[in-house]
């Protein structure tokens, strides 16, 4: 370690913990990485978890936290109340919940609920990713891709959350492909799926067309029965249906804002995306999940006086 | 037993048998039903598992046997080379296939196969459910719906089959209710799912406006979360939306016919596709299924001289 923190910065998801040590500038000193999601941490408790790992980072023993994600959920450490939206990023922040009874200060930032009667939905973690991303979107409008297990498309205007969705694309890719018919077509172990594939190509663009999943599913298992399609072609056909359908389906909700769609991803997921975008003629702003996801909790302990306001990072 | 039988009939599905025995009118004088469909008879012997049920009904040693369904798969006893469409219900018939090397004469009507490269698709059995309802589409153009695991749509003109395509909506629910997030929504006994509910209705109606599946999945679990929507109607919203979204896409694709659909269809199942169709002011014509894989299996054994044609059942 080169300095001592100031703050330690938490992002808790349902499978993974990620855990940065940051200066009074915002500035990470240090981090770790650990599957002791929600899922863990509910077994071994949350408190338990955070020390050791806090321990283990040499991190002095009364260093605050900030922490985002499923950690505020109802089953998880402290609830943090859903903030619904429409909501400024500001005020998102500024509703973190103390934990009571450890010994240190810990505040965890709140999800957001849509109350929409027809479309009911909450996220958790990724309204820490938008506000660390108050360069791209804090004004004007926008619309925002976030790929993901549960992907979310959002609409700022002015800095507000406006409204989202909810696509479980990566869901459906990993249930359909392990436990429907398709298994026999994907197989146990299919490659990873390349953005230069042309299968991925022209299924994506099929489904781009009008964001059809249920006529088309079953076209990859004929596909391999008819014309020999390989496991992973289907692998590839399959991703490239979920995430072209996922495409049409959020523009048409939403309709395509003038700026182009800003696209928070990290890893490989994001160059499928960015070949979904392109095939549909959208233009494109990518920026870093994980680095906006440490830009956000970084915004949420200055909101929150934990750290100093002002300081650059 | 009344009568003497002249012939079995057989619908030898993926998971189950049904065997009929006829008699030289095509009456039924005999019936039993077992579960040992393909997965079955691929470990214990197609013939060891036929032979058994007919010599329980005290069959005749060399009665003839007419099949349809997944026994003539290539994974299956012999398999039935698919018939390409546009294809003549007779000329489907008339393809059956013969096993050989087996103490009877056993013929098994073959699939189909549409190999259009924008969607190709196969079916077994479903053709032998239309040959058996050539009362209702054996002339003039119809769009025929025939729910299940992996629904069939299908486009019958002047007696021959044109187009088809496949939903998988019943896999799709046992798999999202099962192995998604939404089994924490729809638990492990949800009720069956009554075309009475409004929560089907109001999930139904949604998603026949646009057919789309993959917006609204998660906004059943929300609901859960923001709404307390219970586990009964969680099964009931998913199924409403699964069925709703079939019924906007095929009818979107082949377009909607002069005629009242043709919904072929046995059990409670049809009762929640009626309920879709009434919600879209879709008019529906209702066989039953079991009935059609019947009538179907007879005129397959009479285009094959294996009864006498011209008797009336």
Chains 1, 2 share one sequence.
């Not at 993974?16 to 990485?33: K, N």
């Not at 500001?90 to 200060?105: C, E, K």
């Not at 991703?239 to 890893?267: K, M, Q, Y």
Request: glycine content about 12%; aromatic content about 4%.
């Amino acid at each position: 370690m080169s300095a001592v923190p100031t703050i330690a910065a938490i992002d808790w998801g349902t499978t993974r913990l990620r855990v940065w040590l940051l200066d009074a500038g915002g500035a990470v000193v240090d981090e770790r990485r650990s599957d002791e999601g929600l899922l863990t941490a509910q077994h071994k408790g949350f408190a338990t978890v955070l020390d050791r790992h806090l321990r283990d980072m040499a991190a002095p023993e009364n260093l605050p936290a900030i922490v985002c994600g499923m950690a505020g959920a109802r089953q998880g450490w402290v609830e943090a109340p859903y903030v619904e939206v429409p909501a400024s990023l500001g005020d998102i922040l500024g509703s973190a919940v103390s934990v009571p009874g450890v010994g240190r200060d810990i505040r965890i930032v709140p999800g957001l609920a849509q109350r929409n009667p027809r479309a009911p939905d909450v996220m958790r973690g990724e309204e820490t990713q938008l506000a660390g991303i108050t360069k791209l979107i804090g004004s004007g409008s926008h619309l925002v891709c976030m790929p993901g297990t549960h992907s979310k498309w959002v609409i700022a205007e002015g800095g507000a959350i406006q409204g989202f969705g909810t696509w479980p694309t990566g869901e459906m890719f990993s249930v359909l492909s392990q436990h429907s018919i398709l298994r026999h077509s994907i197989g146990d172990k299919p490659a990873a799926v390349s953005p230069d594939s042309q299968v991925f190509r022209d299924w994506c663009q099929e489904a781009l067309f009008d964001g059809d999943i249920g006529a088309r599913l079953f076209s990859i298992r004929a596909a391999g029965l008819l014309s020999g399609l390989g496991q992973d072609d289907a692998a590839a056909a399959l991703s490239g249906l979920l995430i072209g359908a996922e495409v049409a389906s959020a523009i048409r909700r939403f309709a395509r804002r003038e700026a182009p769609v800003v696209l928070v991803v990290s890893g490989a997921l994001g160059a499928l995306y960015a070949e979904a975008m392109r095939l549909d003629g959208i233009a494109v702003t990518i920026a870093d999940a994980d680095e906006a996801v440490l830009a956000g909790l970084v915004a949420a302990a200055r909101r929150n006086g934990m750290l100093a306001e002002g300081m650059v990072k």
